[in-house]
C-alpha cells in the first residue's frame, strides 16, 4: 500500500567511517541544494559542536543572509539568492522568482593547495581523506590563506591561527556524522563514503533532469579537475559563480613542479653562461 | 476542527504527509517554522505530489513548492469558499464519502436563515449584543441544548477549544436526503452559500489571478476519490485573524467534501507554534477548560453536580461518557477526600462567570480588578498583540512574577521599554513589586511534550539546573506545597479546596525535584487496585479509578512510560506506532475508519490503511482503529442505545453526537455554521459581498482608550492614512517573543536586527531605500525597522487597484544583544469571538522612510496620524 522506503531518508549511505575490518573509509559530504530549506541548522550545529565563537551581528540586508562568507567563525555558511526576472508590477503572476539556498563548507580537496604551502605540517590529510587544521601546530603564517582557491580557510583576528571545517574530525574518529549533516532536517547535506556519494549524486542529477530541472549539474564531483576534485562537493541550480563559487577552481600549487622546472632551467643555464663566459675569459 | 469532527487536534502527522497527491500550505510557512516536519512534505514532492503555497509572502517555504499563490492577507475564506464552489458546481466532490460521513445530506431546520439571505449575517443575530443565538441554525426537528453562543462557559462553544468533543443534539435523528437535492439539505444549502465565490471574485478579492486560482482547485479535485488524497496543512496564519476559527472550518468543508480526512495523505495537518501547545490546551491553560476538554463549571453550577453532568453528557457519541473522565479527574485532584456524598468534591472547584480570556484579564488589570500576574512561558510585552496595552497594564499590578530563562522585556518592563522612553511611564511612579525567578531549560527537566500531532514524547533531563534556576514542575508542587503549609490547620471552608487536593508526589535529588514521572502515572490513570489503565473505555463514575486526563489514557499502561518509546523508524512502520504516544489511545490519523468503505472495506489498494476484518470480527490495519474495534460497518443501534453505541457501523466521527463530519456546524460556533468571507477589522478594502456587513459582526472587541482602531468612524479616512496591509510572522532563526533565541549568540547572529519586508514597487512609493530605516506607524504604534526590498513581496491587484503589504517578523524587543522594535505593538486587539485570538495576520498601517521619532516626539507624531484617520478628535 502506501510508503515505500522514503526516497530522500533512502539517499542515505551507511556513514559509518570505518569499515568491517575497521579500517577508515574516505568520507566527504554531498550538498543537494535542490531541498535545502535555508533553515540554517547546519550552521548553528557546527558552531554548536565545533565551539565556534559568534561571528558578528552584522544585519546585511543580502536576502536571509547574515553570514556573509565562510570564514575562521563560520565554517558552514548558507547562501541566499533571490532571482527575479523582471515581471509586471501589478500582475501576480507566478513563475518568476526564485530563491536558491546553498549551504557551503570546506571543500577538502583531494589536491589542497592549503596542505601544500603550509610550511610547519599544522594542516594534514587525515586518514579518511579530509583536510584538517591542528591548531596546536598552527603558527598563523597565513600562508594557507591566499592558497585556497575558494577562500574558505581563514585567520582568526583574536588568536592570529587559521581554522576551517575539520569535517567533525572527532566525530568521524567515533563513527558518528558530522554535526551539520546530522542536523540537516531535509538531508541536504549527506555525509558517506565519498564514493558513494558520487553515484547518488550522479542519479540525483539523472533524476532531477528527467523531472525537466535541466539546469541540475554538480560541482565538484570531477576528480579531473583543478583540485583533483572536492571531498565535499554539491548540486546547484546554476553556474557556480551564482552562488559565490570559482567555475573552475585551481590548486595555486598546481604548476609549481612546472614553475620550479622552469626556475631550475633558469639556474641551470645561468650557471652554465657564468661557467661559459668564465672558460671563455680564461681562454 | 474540533465543530468539524469532533477534536480539536490535527486529523493527521506530519509523517504521513509523505503519501499525499496534493499538499496545500495555507496560513502557514512550513518550511520555516516546522523545518524538521517539512522533510515529509519534501518526501511527498520527491514522490510527485503537486505541493502548493498559498501566502501573502514568497518564503523559504515558496521556495521549495511546485506553485506558489500569493494572495492579499485576510482574504482566504475568499480563496477557499471559490474551492468549494468549484467542487460543487463541477461536481468534483466524492459522493459516496460526502452521503455516508458527512452531514451533507441532513436536513436543516425552516428557521435557518443565510448571510445570503440577510445581506452578511445569518438568522439569530442580535446587532445590539453583536452575538448570535444558534437556535435556529438547528437541524430539523431538533433542540439546541443551550445557547451555546451565549454561555461563555461551554466549552462546546469555542471550535479549537472543542478539543475533542462535539455538540450535543437532543431530539430524534434529524432527517436526511442522501439524494442531496432537498432544498434545505446542508449540500444545497452550502451550494447557495458559496454560490457567489467565483473565480472572477477570488480575482477580485484576493488577488490570486483567475487561472491561479483554478490550478489549485484543480490539483486539489484530482487528488480526490478512492485512489487519490490531497493534505491541507495550516497553522496560526489561519488562526490569528478576526475570522480565525472559520478560515479552518473552510479547509474542513473542502477536505471533507473531498473524502479526506480519515485517509492516508489526506487530513488537516494544524501547525502548532511551541513545543506543546496542544499539550497545554489537552491539559489545559485555558480558563474554561479542565484537563481533557471537559467544560469549567460556571456560576450557575453552584451545587449542581448533577445539571453540569447532565448538560454536558450528550446521549450519543463518545462524550457520553463525561462523567467517567469527571469524576476520574476529581479522584486524582482529590484522592480519597472526593466521595459519591460530596459529589467528588465537585464544590471545590472554582467557578467561571465570563470571559476571563488572556486580554480581558489583561484589561482587567487596567482596570485595577487584577492585581497579579504569574507569567510562565511567554512574553506578552512583545509576544502579545498591543503592547503598548499589555506593558501599561503590566505596570498597574500590584506583583509579577516571571519566570524565564533570561531577564525578558515582560520582567524589564519598569525601567525599560517603549514607554519609559516615551516618559509615559516613570520608574519611580510605577509600584509594581517584580519577581524575575529563573527557569529550567528543557535539557534540566524531566516531562512530556505533546506535540503538533498529539504526540506525547518524554525527555530525561541531562544535568541538574544551575544556580537557582527551577522546573515549572517544581515550582508549581513546591508553591502549592508552602500554601498548604501556611493553610494547615485552617477551619475556613474555602480553604478546603486546597488542603483536600492529593498534594503526594514524590522528590527527588539534591534540589527536591518533584518526579515527572509520576505525574505522568497519575495522569494516565490507575485501577482500584492501583494498576495503571490501559485505555480510557476502563474509567468508572464509581470513584474506582483516578486519571488526571482521560484523553491521556493510557500513556502509562501496563506500568511502562509510554511516551519514553524510541523505537527507530527503520525498525517498524512508517506510522511508527512505537515512537512515543499519541492520544487518544496512541492512534496516529484520527477518523481512520473513514479510510474504509461504509462497507468496512479499503476504499482503494492504494489508499488502505483501516479496514474490517470480517474473519477476526474486527477492525485492523496500520494504525489503532480509532471506532469500536470490534462493531461490524452493519452496527444498527438498537433503540435506546447512547453513547458511542448509539451510532451506527458507518459512522466513523465516533466524537459526534450524529457520528458525522459536520459541513454545517448547527451549534458550537459564535459566528456562523458556515464561513463568509468578512474584511478584517482593519482593511483597506471594503466586502463586495456584504458591504452592509463588511467585517465579521460576530468579532470581539476589547474595547478601550488604548486599543484605537482605523476603519471605525471615517473608514474612507483611515484607509488613507493608513493604505498598506501589515502582516506579522517568525523566521526559522528565532524563536516566537525571542525569548530562548535573541539572548543567543548562534541564533542572533543569523538574524541580527529587526526588520521589515517591502516590494520595489512599494519601496519606490514610499522612497524606501534598501538597507536603511524606515518608521511603520498604526492606529496604535510607531516602530522603527530595517528596510529589506525584496522581490518576495508582490503588489497584488485587489478590486481594481494595487496594495501592498509590509511584512515584520515580530521576534524583537527591547533586551538581549539582539534588540529592536516589537512589530506586535502595531496590531489591535480585536479577536475572533470563538477563541479570543488577536488578528495579527492582517491589519493596516503607513510606512515612511527614516528612523521613528525619539522621547515624546514619537506620541506627537502617533496623535497626528489618529487625527487624520479620524480616530481621535485634535485637541484644541
Known sequence: MIAGPPTIVSHLVDTRSHDATGAPRSMGFFTDTSICIGCKACEVACKEWNHVPQDGLDWTGESYDNTGCIGANSWRHVAFIEQARPVRQDDGAHGDLRWLMASDVCKHCAKAGCLDVCPTGALMRTEFGTVVVQSDVCNGCGYCVSACPFGVIDRREEDGRVWKCTLCYDRLRGDMEPACAQACPTKSIQFGPVDELRRIADDRVRTLHRRGVSEARLYGADRDDGVGGFGAFFLLLDDPEVYGLPPTPVVPTRDLGRMWGAAAAAAVSMVAGVVVAALRSRA | ?876
Not at chain 2, 120 to 140: Q, R
Not at chain 2, 156 to 170: D, F, I, K, Y
Not at chain 2, 264 to 286: C, E, F, K, N, Y
Not at chain 2, 515 to 528: C, F, N, T, W
Open chain 2, 1 to 876: 476542527m474540533g465543530t468539524s469532527f469532533g477534536r480539536g487536534g490535527a486529523t493527521t502527522f506530519q509523517q504521513d504527509l509523505q503519501n499525499a497527491d496534493c499538499i496545500v500550505i495555507q496560513g502557514s510557512n512550513m518550511a520555516e517554522c516546522h523545518p524538521v516536519g517539512f522533510q515529509w512534505v519534501m518526501e511527498a514532492h520527491e514522490r510527485g505530489a503537486t505541493v502548493i503555497h498559498v501566502d501573502p509572502r514568497f518564503t523559504r517555504t515558496s521556495a521549495v513548492c511546485d506553485l506558489h499563490v500569493p494572495l492579499r492577507a485576510g482574504s482566504d475564506i475568499a480563496f477557499l469558499g471559490g474551492i468549494i464552489n468549484h467542487i460543487l458546481t463541477n461536481e468534483r466532490y466524492f459522493r459516496e464519502y460526502v452521503v455516508e460521513y458527512t452531514n451533507a445530506a441532513t436536513i436543516v431546520g425552516e428557521d435557518f436563515r443565510d448571510t445570503e439571505d440577510l445581506d452578511g449575517v445569518f438568522s439569530g443575530f442580535d446587532a445590539e449584543k453583536g452575538a448570535y443565538s444558534p437556535a435556529s441554525w438547528a437541524y430539523e426537528g431538533m433542540q439546541v441544548a443551550s445557547a451555546a453562543g451565549q454561555r461563555e462557559h461551554d466549552g462546546h462553544a469555542s471550535g479549537e477549544r472543542t478539543g475533542s468533543g462535539g455538540v450535543e443534539l437532543e431530539g430524534a435523528e434529524p432527517p436526511q436526503d442522501r439524494s442531496l437535492q432537498h432544498p434545505r439539505c446542508v449540500l444545497q444549502l452550502l451550494r447557495r452559500h458559496y454560490r457567489r465565490y467565483t473565480p472572477e471574485f477570488v480575482e477580485e478579492t484576493c488577488g490570486v489571478s483567475r487561472d491561479l486560482f483554478l490550478r489549485v482547485a484543480e490539483a486539489l479535485c484530482e487528488s480526490s476519490g478512492p485512489e487519490r488524497t490531497g493534505a491541507f496543512v495550516y497553522a496560526v496564519g489561519w488562526t490569528q485573524h478576526t475570522v480565525g476559527v472559520q478560515y479552518i472550518r473552510t479547509a474542513a468543508i473542502i477536505q471533507a467534501l473531498l473524502g479526506n480526512i480519515g485517509r492516508p495523505g489526506g487530513g488537516i495537518m494544524a501547525l502548532r507554534g511551541h513545543a506543546s501547545i496542544q499539550g497545554s490546551t489537552d491539559i489545559p491553560t485555558l480558563y474554561n477548560l479542565l484537563p481533557g476538554y471537559v467544560p469549567m463549571p460556571h456560576t450557575e453550577h453552584y451545587g449542581d453536580y448533577h445539571e453540569y453532568v447532565r448538560r454536558n453528557s450528550p446521549r450519543t457519541g463518545f462524550w457520553g461518557h463525561m462523567e467517567e473522565y469527571f469524576v476520574s479527574l476529581m479522584k486524582a485532584y482529590y484522592g480519597g477526600a472526593a466521595t459519591a456524598e460530596n459529589q467528588w468534591c465537585f464544590d471545590h472547584l472554582p467557578r467561571i462567570d465570563g470571559d476571563h480570556s488572556v486580554y480581558v484579564f489583561t484589561k482587567g488589570m487596567l482596570d485595577g480588578t487584577v492585581k497579579g500576574l504569574l507569567v510562565l512561558g511567554e512574553n506578552p510585552s512583545v509576544g502579545s498583540a498591543n503592547g503598548r496595552f499589555n506593558r501599561l497594564a503590566i505596570a498597574k499590578l500590584d506583583w509579577l512574577v516571571v519566570r524565564d530563562l533570561v531577564e525578558i522585556e515582560t520582567a524589564s518592563f519598569w525601567y525599560r521599554s517603549p514607554e519609559i522612553e516615551t516618559g509615559e511611564l516613570r520608574t519611580e511612579d510605577i509600584a509594581t513589586e517584580v519577581f524575575l525567578m529563573p527557569a529550567a531549560a528543557h535539557t534540566e527537566k524531566s516531562g512530556s511534550f505533546t506535540n503538533t500531532q498529539r504526540l506525547l514524547q518524554w525527555h530525561h533531563a541531562a544535568v541538574e539546573p544551575p544556580g537557582d534556576c527551577r522546573s515549572e514542575l517544581w515550582f508549581m508542587y513546591h508553591l502549592g506545597r508552602i500554601i498548604r503549609e501556611k493553610l494547615r490547620g485552617s477551619t475556613d471552608p474555602r480553604d478546603r479546596a486546597i488542603l483536600d487536593l492529593a498534594w503526594d508526589y514524590p522528590v527527588e535529588g539534591t534540589i527536591a525535584e518533584p518526579s515527572a514521572d509520576a505525574v505522568l502515572r497519575e495522569i494516565s490513570g490507575r485501577g482500584p487496585d492501583g494498576e495503571q489503565l490501559g485505555s480510557y473505555t476502563e474509567l468508572k463514575k464509581d470513584g474506582s479509578t483516578t486519571c488526571g486526563c482521560w484523553i491521556y489514557c493510557g500513556s502509562y499502561a501496563d506500568g511502562v512510560n509510554q511516551t519514553a518509546r524510541r523505537t527507530p523508524h527503520d525498525r517498524q512502520s512508517y506510522v511508527a506506532p512505537e515512537w512515543g504516544w499519541a492520544w487518544p489511545a496512541n492512534r496516529r490519523i484520527l477518523y481512520n475508519r473513514a479510510s474504509a468503505t461504509p462497507g468496512g472495506e479499503p476504499w482503494s489498494e492504494r489508499r488502505r490503511y483501516v479496514w474490517w476484518d470480517a474473519a477476526q470480527g474486527r477492525w485492523t490495519g496500520e494504525d489503532v482503529p480509532d471506532f469500536v474495534a470490534t462493531r461490524p460497518p452493519d452496527y444498527t443501534p438498537p433503540e435506546g442505545a447512547t453513547a458511542e453505541d448509539a451510532l451506527r457501523g458507518t459512522e466513523p466521527f465516533i466524537m459526534q453526537a450524529d457520528g458525522k463530519a459536520w459541513i454545517y456546524v448547527p451549534d458550537g460556533l459564535k459566528d456562523g455554521p458556515f464561513p463568509t468571507h468578512y474584511e478584517p477589522a482593519e482593511s483597506p478594502f471594503t466586502s463586495t459581498l456584504h458591504p452592509a456587513h463588511p467585517t465579521n459582526p460576530a468579532r470581539q472587541v476589547i474595547r478601550h482608550r488604548l486599543n484605537p482602531i482605523a476603519n471605525g468612524r471615517h473608514p474612507a479616512l483611515s484607509r488613507e492614512v493608513f493604505p498598506y496591509v501589515v502582516t506579522s510572522y517568525r523566521l526559522t532563526e528565532h524563536h516566537t517573543a525571542g525569548g530562548m533565541s535573541r539572548f543567543v549568540d548562534y541564533l542572533a547572529e543569523l538574524q541580527p536586527a529587526f526588520f521589515c519586508e517591502v516590494s520595489p514597487a512599494l519601496a519606490a512609493e514610499r522612497g524606501l531605500e534598501h538597507g536603511g530605516w524606515a518608521t511603520i506607524v498604526s492606529a496604535r504604534a510607531v516602530i522603527e525597522a530595517r528596510v529589506l526590498v525584496t522581490e518576495r513581496m508582490r503588489p497584488l491587484r485587489v478590486q481594481g487597484r494595487t496594495t501592498h503589504t509590509v511584512g515584520l517578523p515580530y521576534h524583537w524587543g527591547t533586551n538581549g544583544p539582539s534588540a529592536g522594535d516589537s512589530a506586535n505593538d502595531l496590531y489591535h486587539l480585536v479577536l475572533d469571538p470563538n477563541v479570543h485570538i488577536q488578528e495579527v495576520k492582517a491589519a493596516t498601517c503607513d510606512i515612511r522612510p527614516g528612523r521613528r521619532p525619539r522621547g515624546p516626539a514619537l506620541l506627537a507624531l502617533l496623535d497626528d496620524y489618529r487625527v487624520r484617520a479620524g480616530i481621535r478628535r485634535a485637541a484644541r
